[in-house]
């Protein structure tokens, strides 16, 4: 028989490989340009810091922002922005010196710049909502339009150091949403400096005990920190055409130094186990970043893709937190993918491991044994669990943030309780009702209106053009020129303290079911707040398909398999609804309060929620990129799927627990923090990756695996042709 004399070719090098033998090649010029570039992007990231704004909770377009801009442009009123809290010192606000004190600090507040209304308890001809029920305390509010960084970052440092000195008569206090917030950011900043002062040694620490190399614990810090820096950097750009806000920032930090740990540890692990099969040290970073490097780009893409989006929703607050995950999930990548195999191109000698590379896999392999010689039964259990931890989520009730998210310590905060406790009624928190269309509002029915609104159950007094009506009836004659406009008027219902307490917005769901006599917009804080949450729950279902529909997508071009990402969906929201019991039972119900320094209101804010839901998705799939792949890359080798799961649970659970419990670790060092919204965050994420890491891919998933059997890998042949075209699957 004849032999083709033709020499058979050579099969193509994977192209991750081949940018492996690049970087080894090219090391020394990847690290020189990988300092000088971290010197630069560093100068850039200073600015990025100093560049992020105070965005509010607000829905643009909505009925509430419609009235605002009337009765601005209309009757030059709306909302106030800031509160002052006078106290007398001797006798009741009503006392002679007193009351001279409070009108004097009157009209001091009108005459800075900025501020374009004014109004307190005395200039008001002494409304009982404005005075405490135990005379010593009187309100002075004031509006200062415009956006939130100018308010809260020019305009209220100069003046709450002015009228805060008092005098002989009286002491203030400021207080008010603008002030909440202004205090919120610096607080928030130095909770991630406290957290980091713990994070950073004990990562330090943990890697160390994990890696057993001085080198090799602290190389997944430095490209911790490397995305740090090209997140910040790469947050210029978004910069240039939107609002970012500062509490982006806390997310870079914290995700920045996490990722970076973890996707740089898969990395030296996946060096380490090359070098362990006999490869030399440039041949074992060439095969690292094929195999390690292919699962990192996965993840990445994942995580990013799960941040992004975030960019439906038409708020600042939450596409920063998109631009800012999708950043810092580049600079992770870059540090794992480039910087990385250069160093261990230079210096790999001095991160092996002393120990064997299957050290630690024993107890993994004899675990995942087990649980495919009963999966039903292991399942089931985890999977009850799991469900138990996750039932007090059915007891969620949404609120809205308050001045509670500050400690108990904050001057706003401080402010806030005293209001609470002490005055009959939130005049600074009143619905404000104004009159639209081409009719205007007839003089004649405004009584009535005015009158029915009182009726409404929370409703502590309805002012008027008309007069101002409690639930007993007309109690004044009310202020005309204060009410009346060309064409048309406003009313304010100022709700009760206990309605406040309980749910506002059910006042403003009242209030607008209502019918007017008259076409009205109706305005105000708790409108704003009404507002802000239905926006951002009406796009929820949008938002939460999208995520699921690229999680699948990416997980299908990484393994070929429809009932993967099937599995993986169900598994992840599985232990996202652990997170968010967690959540209910801590933040709404309050067990924990204590421990943790904060104090419950009984609901939860829906904003951090959603957010946390993004942020835990993308990187419980990160886990699950991470275990799949060895899996899969098993199975390409054997064929054998109940073999495959031992073996890559033998081989990357330890090194998915490591990088889970140092994830964990880092985002649970944030229960510190006294400003709620950062402490949820931390507590939240902490609980949801231990969870993940643990009973999810370390049981769950090879359950389902050994139950699914060879239907694992199937997938419908238009997809199967789809995928092998795709040629990802090398």
């Not at 009959?424 to 104004?434: R, S």
């Not at 946390?612 to 199975?635: H, N, P, Q, T, W």
């Not at 890559?648 to 994830?663: K, S």
Request: proline share 6%; aromatic share 6%; with cysteine.
């Amino acid at each position: 028989m004849k032999t083709d004399p033709r020499p058979v070719a050579a099969p193509p090098i994977p192209p991750l490989r081949r940018l492996g033998h690049l970087l080894v090649r090219r090391r020394r010029l990847v690290m020189v340009l990988a300092l000088l570039g971290a010197v630069v992007l560093g100068a850039l990231a200073a600015g990025t810091v100093s560049g992020l704004s105070l965005a509010r909770y607000e829905a643009p377009g909505s009925e509430s922002d419609r009235a605002q801009a009337e009765l601005a442009g209309r009757f030059g009123t709306g909302s106030a922005d800031l509160v002052l809290l006078v106290t007398a010192r001797n006798g009741t606000v009503d006392t002679p010196a007193v009351a001279a004190s409070g009108r004097a600090l009157t009209t001091r507040l009108a005459a800075f710049e900025g501020v374009a209304e004014t109004a307190s308890y005395w200039s008001r001809g002494n409304p009982a909502t404005l005075r405490s029920e135990d005379g010593r305390h009187a309100l002075v509010v004031a509006r200062i339009p415009g956006d939130a960084n100018r308010v809260r970052s020019e305009i209220l440092p100069r003046i709450i150091p002015e009228v805060l000195r008092g005098d002989a008569a009286t002491t203030v206090r400021a207080g008010g949403g603008e002030e909440v917030f202004r205090q919120t950011v610096p607080l928030a900043r130095q909770d991630f400096v406290r957290a980091e002062l713990v994070v950073v040694p004990l990562v330090l620490v943990l890697l160390w005990v994990y890696l057993r190399r001085v080198l090799a614990a602290v190389l997944p810090v430095v490209l911790g920190a490397l995305a740090m820096v090209i997140g910040l950097a790469l947050l210029r750009i978004p910069l240039l055409y939107a609002d970012l806000s500062t509490f982006a920032l806390n997310l870079t930090l914290a995700m920045g130094l996490g990722l970076g740990v973890d996707y740089s540890l898969f990395m030296i692990a996946r060096f380490r186990e090359e070098v362990g099969l006999g490869r030399d040290r440039h041949e074992a970073v060439a095969h690292a970043v094929e195999r390690a490097g292919r699962t990192v780009i996965f993840s990445g893409v994942t995580v990013a893709a799960s941040l992004s989006v975030l960019l439906l929703m038409p708020f600042d607050f939450f596409r920063s937190f998109a631009y800012a995950g999708i950043a810092v999930v580049v600079g992770g990548v870059v540090g794992a993918v480039v910087v990385l195999p250069a160093i261990l191109a230079a210096v790999g000698d001095r991160v092996l491991s002393r120990r064997s590379a299957a050290a630690g896999g024993t107890f993994w392999r004899g675990l995942a044994t087990r649980v495919m010689r009963r999966p039903v039964v292991y399942g089931g259990v985890a999977a009850a669990v799991l469900l138990l931890l996750g039932s007090p989520f059915l007891g969620l009730r949404l609120g809205v943030a308050d001045d509670r998210v500050l400690p108990a310590s904050a001057p706003a905060r401080q402010t806030s309780d005293v209001i609470r406790a002490e005055f009959p009624a939130e005049e600074t928190d009143a619905l404000q009702i104004v009159s639209t269309g081409a009719a205007g509002a007839p003089p004649e029915a405004v009584p009535g209106y005015a009158a029915a609104l009182s009726r409404l159950p929370g409703v502590a007094q309805v002012d008027s053009a008309a007069g101002s009506y409690a639930a007993g009836g007309r109690i004044s004659a009310g202020d005309p020129a204060r009410f009346a406009g060309t064409g048309g008027t406003w009313l304010s219902v100022v709700p009760s303290a206990e309605l406040m307490e309980d749910d506002p917005v059910r006042l403003v769901h009242d209030v607008r079911a209502l019918k007017a006599p008259f076409e009205v917009l109706v305005g105000g804080y708790p409108a704003e707040l009404a507002d802000y949450r239905q926006a951002v729950i009406e796009r929820l279902p949008p938002l939460l398909g999208l995520i699921l529909a690229i999680t699948f997508a990416v997980l299908f071009v990484m393994t070929g398999s429809v009932l993967i990402p099937l599995k993986a969906t169900v598994l992840n929201l599985l232990s996202l609804s652990v997170m968010f019991g967690a959540l209910v039972w801590i933040y709404q119900d309050g067990n924990l309060s204590g421990p943790l320094g904060f104090t419950p209101t009984g609901t939860l804010d829906p904003s951090i929620p959603i957010l946390m839901f993004c942020v835990a998705y993308g990187l419980s799939m990160d886990y699950e990129v991470f275990l799949l792949s060895r899996i899969k890359e098993e199975y390409d080798l054997t064929g054998d799927t109940s073999g495959a799961v031992v073996t890559g649970l033998q081989r990357g659970a330890p090194l998915i627990t490591a990088a889970g419990g140092i994830l964990a670790v880092s985002f649970a060092a944030y229960g510190t923090a006294e400003v709620v919204f950062v402490q949820m965050l931390g507590v939240g994420m902490a609980v949801a990756i231990l969870v993940d890491a643990t009973v999810i891919r370390a049981i769950l998933v090879p359950a389902a695996m050994r139950l699914a059997g060879e239907a694992n890998w199937w997938a419908p042949g238009p997809l199967r042709r789809l995928h092998a075209r795709i040629g990802l699957s090398g």
